[in-house]
């Protein structure tokens, strides 16, 4: 899935920078793929209106999350350095 392309090369590019907080990155990602699993599941076995709209509202939140929390912590590792400092 897309999603694991998209993680993947964040991790990498993390490891690369030495980002400290790697591990809680992995951590979410890993929780993220896990729960897609189930919904896939419980989809397969049982397609409902209201499991859909349960995924996607997940999905907003958690991306929400993740994005404007998570990610936004390593967003100065990928800053250019500001010409004040020589
Ligand atoms: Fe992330």
């Known amino acids: 899935m897309y ?9 990498r590019l ?10 809680k990155q992995r951590e979410e990602h890993a929780a993220l793929r896990a729960r897609v699993q189930d919904f896939r599941a419980r989809h ?13 509202d997940f999905l907003k939140t958690w991306m929400m999350s993740h994005i404007l929390e998570e990610d936004m912590r390593y967003k100065p590792l990928f800053e250019a350095p500001t010409s ?3």
């Open 44 to 56: 397969l076995a049982e397609p409902n209106p209201v499991l859909t709209v349960e995924i996607e």
């Open 84 to 86: 004040s400092g020589a």
């Open 3 to 11: 999603t694991d392309y998209h993680f993947q090369r964040e991790e």
């Open 14 to 23: 993390l490891e690369e920078m030495a980002y400290p907080a790697l591990d």
